[in-house]
């Protein structure tokens, strides 16, 4: 008891002389002159970016409208240069943050040759996603607001970036995928639509009494759907990957539309071939795996 009695009295007398080598009031007003350069760095970027921003939308943008683009692909590059101006505005905030707190950024900066090679084997991947997002870019794969399939993610492009581009979901979910692992892109707003509306039917049916059904419903009801691309294409009796016997008709749209195209004849043809009395079996499978792209109609 005698020996950590007396080995305590040692560690309380070593603490009460390091407490009175700091110099409080020193301390105390270096932390104040942080805290005020911090305040006045914070109120600088923010202003300056509330600046920068109303700048670029007022340079940049308004330069890009009197391009020959494409409003959604002047949309595209707009966000891509705001992003690309958004990373060197927050590299500059780090490198002041590190400075007021004393961080030889300029000595990391001049030493950076000495770790590169482990710095560069990490940023391969930060390297991919820029030359792939270059590439995108320079080839008009996608643009904002374009519906696309990439692997198996499916929905409109929200955002193009120098590192990742961004997909929104149809059912509200926003992916962010990386440029590298964008390898095959289906973009389903380039050229029209196909909907692939299958009507099942029995191999007894009267096709010839169908065929004049499906006509007469077109006549009527083609000209209240500005929508459609051409006259229907009636293909007649077909098969689906189940072994459904089907009436095919093909409904060339404007992308995007074709699923409402789909919905609504699919509902006009059933009404109509059911008031002539046409039984009509019940369909096996997917009906709306039907709805299929297809390259740009003649």
């Not at 000595?107 to 930060?126: D, I, M, N, P, Y």
């Not at 955002?159 to 990742?164: E, K, N, P, S, Y």
Request: hydrophobic share 45%.
């Amino acid at each position: 008891q005698g020996v950590s009695s007396a080995a305590s009295d040692v560690y309380k007398r070593q603490l009460q002389r390091y407490i009175q080598q700091i110099n409080f009031e020193e301390t105390l007003m270096v932390l104040i002159t942080k805290g005020i350069k911090l305040l006045i760095l914070l109120i600088i970027f923010l202003l300056s970016k509330k600046i920068i921003n109303f700048l670029f939308k007022h340079t940049v943008g308004r330069s890009l409208a009197w391009t020959i683009q494409t409003p959604a692909r002047q949309k595209t590059i707009e966000r891509l240069l705001h992003n690309c101006m958004n990373y060197v505005l927050y590299f500059f905030l780090v490198y002041w943050l590190l400075s007021i707190f004393g961080v030889p950024v300029s000595s990391l900066l001049a030493g950076a040759g000495l770790a590169g090679v482990a710095l560069g084997l990490g940023a391969q991947g930060f390297l991919s996603d820029v030359v792939n997002g270059f590439f995108i870019l320079l080839e008009n794969q996608f643009e904002v607001g374009d519906s696309v399939e990439v692997g198996p993610v499916t929905g409109l492009i929200s955002t193009v970036g120098i590192r990742t581009t961004q997909i929104r979901g149809f059912d509200g979910t926003l992916h962010f995928i990386p440029n590298r692992n964008i390898t095959i892109v289906s973009n389903k707003s380039r050229g029209d639509m196909r909907a692939q509306i299958d009507i099942p039917v029995y191999p007894s049916t009267d096709i010839n009494k169908v065929t004049s059904i499906i006509q007469e419903v077109n006549q009527e009801n083609i000209e209240n759907y500005p929508q459609i691309c051409g006259a229907p294409n009636i293909i007649g009796l077909s098969t689906t990957p189940s072994g459904q016997l089907v009436f095919r008709i093909d409904i060339f749209t404007k992308n995007g539309q074709q699923t409402h195209i789909y919905a609504d004849f699919l509902k006009l043809y059933q009404e109509a071939l059911i008031k002539e009395n046409i039984e009509l079996p019940r369909f096996i499978g997917n009906p709306i795996a039907c709805l299929l792209y297809t390259s740009p109609s003649p």
